[in-house]
Structures are given as C-alpha cells and as structure tokens.
C-alpha cells in the first residue's frame, strides 16, 4: 500500500511545508481557511457555479462543472493567493536562483512567481476518475527537474473517498519519465471543507470517482515561475478595474509586474505604473 499523505496544521512552519513538498510532491494542510472566507466564496461563486455545464472529455469530466476567472469574481480569493503558507512555500520552491554572467560579472538570478491558473471543480455524483497526470505538462516540461509550479486545493466541500477525493501519488515528481502510474500507488487527499491540498507540477494525481449522492466541490488556484505563460490568461480574466483593487503584490502576481531580470516590460519599465490612475 502506498504511504498517506502528511498533514500539517495551518499554523506550521513555511520551512515544514516546503520539506514535505520536496520529499514527496504533495502535503495536506489542516484548517487552511476560515469559515468567513469559506462562506464567502460560496457566496461569490455558487450562483455562476449552478450556471455552469458538465465538461465534455475523460479529462474534463463529463459530470464535472469548472469555472474559471476567479479573480475577477471573488475579493475572497485575495485570502488564498496572500496565503502565507502557500506562498512561501510556492516562493520558497520557485524563487531560487541560478549563476549568470554579465561580462566578467558573475550574479544570481532568480524568478518570481505569478498566478497560473484558477478554478472552481465540481465534480458530481456518477463521474468516473480523471487519468492521473502532471501539472506541468501544460508547460511541456521534463520530469524529473526543478520545481516550476506549485498548486493549491482548497476543500469547498468535504472531500472523501466515495466523492471523488483528489487521487494524489507520492514521491512521483521524483520519477522519471517512462515511469508510469499504477491506480494501486494512488492515495486520496480527504479532507474537511476549509483545508487544502498543496502539490507541486511534477506529481501525478486526478479527481477521484463520485460514488456518493452529493457533489464534491474545490477551488485551485496554481502559482508558476514568472518567466512561463500563465496557462488561464489573467490579462483577459481579471478586467482592469478589478485588478486596480487588489494590493499591489497581488496585481504583480496576476502578471502586472517584471519578472527578473526584464521579462515583461511595457516602454521598457516596470508595467505595474499602468495601474495608477
């Protein structure tokens, strides 16, 4: 049987989270959100929910909803991108810097990080499972290598087995690339709604099959290295205006900042100036 996953209480260490991340691509923390924002969230994002269709792929989901443009939908998800848990450990993972040369100047570089993805994914009664995967295919990135992307879950919902908890396979960001899944290597991320699933790009995992009644219900969002192509594009989801309202370091998270050393100017300076005004 495959090893469970490590929990970790919301109040533990940047440091712990990061280790767990390393050593096995994937660490559930307990009791990551408030029911405030939890009920919040519900309340920006359960009526567009209900509005939305099933997918229309085994990898979409043919009994599961998603939406998308969270940003521009919800002042909530502020809570989860600032989270200081999910982003130092994002940062922590992403943020680390390689030598350079400038002439005969030798000098570390390091990316920043920058929103990804976001999205809301319900997944209802009668679905099957999702074929296990890595996030980082989207980027056409080898495996194993350097931590590019790191991912949240955030439990809306309860998560269990019959309702198609997360499918989540440890230690296989360290494997290499001709090595495949097999379903009894899989663990399930069951959670209580308000507590999250951290993982990294290059683990495999899935959404489980909803044998039970109700829906299962959770919010991911995905932080990347500042120097990749966002895969949902913020620029278009999250209109202007929107953008203007949040703290300066989450408008340079959602793309509105330099990524150093210079990738992503405007007029060759920093392109956060065009949000003033």
């Known amino acids: 049987m495959p090893a469970d996953l490590t929990r970790l209480p919301a109040t533990a260490p940047v440091s712990d989270v990061t280790a767990v991340l390393e050593r096995d691509g994937g660490v559930i923390v307990e009791n990551l959100v408030d029911e405030t924002t939890l009920k919040g969230l519900w309340d920006d994002l359960g009526p567009a929910l209900d509005g939305v269709g099933y997918g229309d792929s085994s990898f979409t989901g043919q009994r599961t909803k998603r939406l998308s443009s969270l940003f521009a939908r919800s002042r909530h998800m502020e809570r989860i991108a600032l989270d200081p848990v999910y982003l130092g450990a994002a940062r922590d993972l992403i943020e680390r810097p390689s030598t ?30 999702q074929p296990p995967h890595r996030d980082d295919i989207a980027h056409l990135l080898p495996s194993p290598g350097p931590t590019n992307r790191v991912q949240i879950m955030l439990a809306m919902s309860e998560f269990t087995e019959e309702n198609g908890a997360t499918m989540v396979y440890p230690g296989s960001h360290l494997w290499e690339a001709e090595r495949a899944p097999r379903p009894e290597e899989a663990v399930q991320a069951e959670m209580d709604p308000g507590s999250c699933l951290i993982w990294v790009g290059g683990l495999f995992h899935g959404g489980g099959a909803n044998l039970a009644d109700d829906a299962r219900t959770g919010l991911t969002l995905a932080l990347v290295r500042g120097n990749l192509r966002q895969e949902e594009n913020q ?43």
């Open 235 to 277: 620029y278009l989801a999250v209109p202007r205006e929107i953008v203007r309202e949040y703290p300066e370091e989450l408008q340079r998270l959602l793309g509105w900042g330099l990524c150093p050393p210079f990738l992503g100017w405007y007029e060759q300076e920093d392109p956060i100036r065009l949000l003033d005004g």
């Open 100 to 129: 350079n040369w400038f002439g005969r100047q030798r000098t570390d570089l390091a990316p920043n990080v920058q929103v990804s993805i976001t999205q809301v994914i319900q997944i209802w009664p009668g679905e099957t499972a």
